[in-house]
């Protein structure tokens, strides 16, 4: 599949209920059309990843790649995210004036315990067909 050049693209666990949740909250709040999905662990993701030398080891929960331009990984990546939603979401943006080491000490924390916490799927889910052109394949 050709990455497209006008989205950006969330990389997620795919088998990760807080991910995938996530993922809808980003969906529903995305007014301008402007991000498309893959999961960490699909051929594109990792084409991706290899792409801009990103550790997989290390990243195993969100990564934000603006295609031509930049890619962010954890804390950084949501805070990017949450510029681009609508409604008040914007404001998140506002705590990258925080020191990125203790903002990705809490996000690692979450990622960490995401599967005891929010659980498990035991496979990716497939998109509804109305959400089927979000994601990348």
Do not use: T, W
């Not at 195993?60 to 962010?72: E, H, K, T, W």
């Not at 404001?91 to 315990?113: E, M």
């Amino acid at each position: 599949m050709e990455i497209p050049k006008n989205k950006q693209i969330v990389l997620f666990d795919g088998v990760c209920n807080l991910c995938h949740n996530a993922v809808q909250f980003i969906i529903k709040r995305d007014p301008k059309n402007k991000f498309v999905f893959a999961s960490l662990d699909s051929e594109i993701g990792e084409k991706l990843l290899s792409e801009r030398h990103i550790d997989r080891s290390k990243i195993d929960s969100i990564v934000l790649i603006i295609p031509d331009d930049a890619y962010f990984i954890k804390s950084d990546a949501a805070l990017e995210i949450s510029k681009s939603l609508s409604s008040i979401y914007p404001i998140f943006s506002y705590f990258s004036i925080l020191p990125q080491a203790f903002r990705d000490f809490v996000y690692d924390l979450i990622a960490k315990n995401r599967y005891r916490i929010f659980g498990k799927k035991e496979e990716c889910p497939l998109p509804s067909p109305a959400q089927r052109e979000k994601f990348l394949s």
